[in-house]
């Protein structure tokens, strides 16, 4: 009998505190919760009665899988002072923040368990506000978010957007949205990235493209977008403006980054030059479509007995195309390859005119077609390689930028 495989165990994620306030926006927070328990965090959650007329109490709960603490658990007996429990958090944030919530803060107040606990806190505390343009942009409620900037909080938002007050339309008021939200109170806890990239223009492909037949029926890839996706939020990071143009994908556009949604190779290809004009590094992870049909059909094809025959016309090669009038811009590109990777990739390089390409192997468990880690080789056009460890898609996206930083000769 095999002894059972010791269990490692996972470190618990930080410990963040929502705090809702008494805003349509409340509404809101539930999703906040989940969003940040699906990141690994853990949860507390303090809802003020006003808070508590626009959003259950089941609901917050069952969101964060754990009590509500309210003015009416903080004053019934029990064993702890709740507001420093709950101040024991390593970040906080408070989202439907509301006017009167401000003040509170602001003011030092204590006569509520959200007010308690915020004096209680030393944790960096992000305010999410969602309040009428009119209430938001009054002196008051400036002077009360100056005070607690001044104390060191942070704020995201308010947006312009719907907003949900019957009869006043849209404007400044909108709260942020959860997934934003969720990013933001983490980034308060990770230490500040160099901003590395400051100055420049990232251009980054990702994604299939969709390659039609005739209007319902396409020639593709399962390419999921991922590793695209990672080298423009961690570029975006780092400081450069990021233009990502990617084909059909279930990623949600990063906030801070240029999204162009398209589909073919063809619009692939014009979003791509088009942004690259004034970029000093492109990365072209898309899966593009080698070929096209020659001729697509308009109308959707009925069926006919016996087969079909199709014909392909090679679609252009973007990397290829950007090598070739390349300037002083880093071109970066992916390469699959079943057999002679490293030769292969290194021809191809050096065919399109890349700096490097990152090799990959479509074969390997959890790696490539989306999954959420690589295992890539880097390759360069005269050979010389490097082969990395089975890393996140991030971190290959931030070994690729400093490799992309090396080649321009601006890494320290
Ligand atoms: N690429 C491109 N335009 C194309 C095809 C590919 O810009 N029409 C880019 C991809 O984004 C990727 C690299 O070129 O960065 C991959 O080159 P490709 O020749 O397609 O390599 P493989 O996919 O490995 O296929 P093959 O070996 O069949 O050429």
Known sequence: MTAPAPTVPTP???????????SIAAVKAPSVLRRLR??????RVIATDAALAFVTELSLATAAAHEVATDTTWFSPR????HLTLARADAVVVVGASADLLARAAGGHASDLASATLLSVRAPVLWVPAMNEKMWTHPAVQANA????GWGHRFLGPEVGAFGTAGEGSGLGRMAEPEEIAAAVLALLTPPVPQDLAGLHVVVSAGPTREYLDPVRFIS????????FAVAEEARDRGARVTLVTGPVTLPDPPGVTVSRIETALELRDAVLNAAQDAQIVVMTAAVADYRAAEAATEKQAKVAGDVTVTLT?????LAELGREKGERVLVGFAMETHAGVERAAAKAGRKNADFILLNYPTREGTAFGGDDNEVTLVRPDGSHEAWPRLSKREVARRLLDEARRVRGTAR
């Open 146 to 149: 100056e005070t607690l900037r």
């Open 12 to 22: 618990p994620g930080p410990l963040i505190l929502v705090i809702v306030g008494g």
């Open 314 to 318: 090679p679609n252009p090669d973007i």
């Open 79 to 82: 064993p702890d002072a709740q």
């Open 221 to 228: 890839n399962p390419s999921s977008g991922k590793m695209g």
């Open 38 to 43: 699906e990141r690994g965090a853990q949860v």
